[in-house]
């Protein structure tokens, strides 16, 4: 079936600059999950949070319709890696503890993905979903500077599904699943700038922009931080809140 494949283009630069998530989100997902035995991270990227579950689950199932995308996965003997849509994982019936969606539910058929992560998990299994919206640095002038290119340097370019990960997910239906409270969770790394200008390139927006126009706009927002920024080398740190819903299969 087919996707929107927003990152198969950019899938090393995806691998090499994306955030990744705390330990403590992992911790908490398997201490609320009914056993430690298989966890299924569907649209896994490069596998960030594959890898997140690995010191938690005997096995790890991790898929992504993007071929590109799991070619760059990081492999580890605990993952087994798949191209797979979201809505057909190939997995057997009720042989999940755990489902997670990081970064990407705003892709899916929803409620086709949630009748096969019902059909994937065990009674009493966890689904767990999350997304993080704009950055935000440690200094104001550089915020400000960020937060204008993302609002309106490549605002008009983000696609329509972008609005699910700026509410958090919490505009879409779960129906068919019970909701547990969810902790706060918060990514934080400390960046040098080429490091936050490889991530923005990552954005769907960035690349659409780069493809509408011909130029990259981050070469205009490099020369705009820059003054502020100092030593290009000196890490900044940079956080992005966490959005995590979290439901247990009847």
Known sequence: MSFADHFSAVAADYAHFRPYYPDALFDHLAEIAPG????????????????????HFAR??????????????????????????????????????????????HWFDLPRFLDEARRALRPGGILAVWCYGPLHLDDPAIDAISTHFYREAVGPYWPPERTLVESAYTTLDFTGFGELPAPAFELRHDWPLDALLGYIGTWSATQACREATG????TRLADELLPHWGDPAQPRIVRWPLGLRLFRRP
């Open 36 to 55: 430690n035995d298989q966890a299924w991270d569907c649209a896994t990227g490069n596998g960030q949070a594959a890898l997140g579950l690995v010191g």
């Open 60 to 105: 790890i199932h991790a898929t992504d319709a993007s071929a590109a995308q799991i070619a760059a996965a990081a492999p580890h003997p605990r993952i087994c890696y798949a191209v797979a849509p979201a809505e057909s994982s190939g997995l057997a019936e009720a042989s999940c503890d755990l489902v997670t969606v990081a970064q990407a539910l």
């Open 215 to 218: 130029e990259d706009p981050r």
